[in-house]
């Protein structure tokens, strides 16, 4: 019922930055916390940064100080900033959100396709 589709990733020099963008469409009632996460063939998803619905921010200790993660409510959409990328941040980035649901009153997550960022020379 909820869709996020995500843009903005793709391939950077080390030092250098992207925007992440992540728009949720459908049937939608409220978001509550979204997030960035990221995920390599055969490691685990690890979480990047996420915000609550009042703006309430978190974030991996590996990315603090370099990503920025925000949303606009009215427009259903979540940014990860992501500035002085290193090879390490290469990876996909998934989007997620938890979304609310009405009859039945439920909390669903929502995740994106993913999108690849890849940090080389």
């Known amino acids: 019922q909820v869709e996020l589709v995500e843009s903005g990733g793709g391939f950077v020099q080390p030092g250098g930055s992207l925007r992440l963008s992540c728009v949720a469409s459908?049937?939608?009632?409220?978001?509550?916390?979204m997030g960035w996460y990221r995920q390599s063939p055969g490691k685990e998803r690890e979480l990047v940064a996420t915000?609550?619905?009042?703006?309430?921010?978190n974030y991996a200790e590996a990315v603090k100080g370099r990503f920025t993660i925000s949303r606009d409510n009215a427009k259903n959409t979540v940014w990860l900033q992501m500035n002085r990328l290193t090879p390490e941040d290469t990876d996909v980035y998934y989007c997620?959100?938890?979304?609310?649901?009405?009859?039945?009153?439920?909390?669903?997550?929502?995740w994106g396709q993913g999108t690849p960022v890849t940090v080389s020379s």
């Open positions: 915000i609550t619905n009042n703006g309430y921010r």
């Open positions: 459908g049937k939608i009632f409220r978001l509550n916390d």
């Open positions: 997620t959100a938890k979304t609310v649901n009405l009859s039945p009153y439920e909390i669903v997550d929502v």
